[in-house]
C-alpha cells in the first residue's frame, strides 16, 4: 500500500476502521531529517503491506494532531495497534533499526 496523507478530520476514521497497524509519521517540509526518512518509510509501508498501513501527517497543516500527540521534535514516527499508540520514534534512523523497532510492537 502507498504511503497516504491522514489529517485531523481523518484520523478517527481511519484509526477507528483500522484492521492493521498503522504507523503515522509527523513531519513537515522544512525538516531535511524528515526528508532523509521519507524514503526509508515508504519502503517500509511496501515492504510491510498487509501487515502495517502508514501513512503521513504534517504538522505543519495539522497542529492539532501535533499537539494531541505532544510532537515536539520531528520526523516522530507513531505505531498504533487496536487504536492505541503503542511505540514512538523520533528523529532520522536506519532502514533496519526502523525495521526492528516496528517488528517488535507488532
Not at 500500500?1 to 483500522?18: D, K, P, Q, V
Not at 497497524?21 to 513531519?27: H, I, Y
Not at 518509510?41 to 505532544?70: H, S, W
Request: hydrophobic share 45%; proline share 6%.
Amino acid at each position: 500500500m502507498a504511503t497516504r496523507e491522514i489529517t485531523a478530520a481523518t484520523f478517527g476514521s481511519i484509526l477507528g476502521s483500522a484492521t492493521r497497524p498503522l504507523l503515522v509519521d509527523f513531519w513537515a517540509t522544512w525538516c531535511g531529517p524528515c526528508r532523509a526518512l521519507a524514503p526509508t518509510v515508504d519502503q517500509i509501508g511496501a515492504e510491510m503491506a498487509g501487515r502495517l498501513d502508514v501513512y503521513k501527517c504534517n504538522v505543519d497543516d495539522e497542529g492539532v494532531l501535533a499537539t494531541k500527540f505532544r510532537i515536539v521534535s520531528i520526523p516522530t514516527l507513531i505505531l498504533f495497534k487496536n487504536g492505541q499508540p503503542v511505540k514512538t520514534m523520533v528523529g532520522n534512523m536506519p532502514k533496519e533499526e526502523l525495521e526492528r523497532e516496528i517488528e517488535e510492537a507488532l
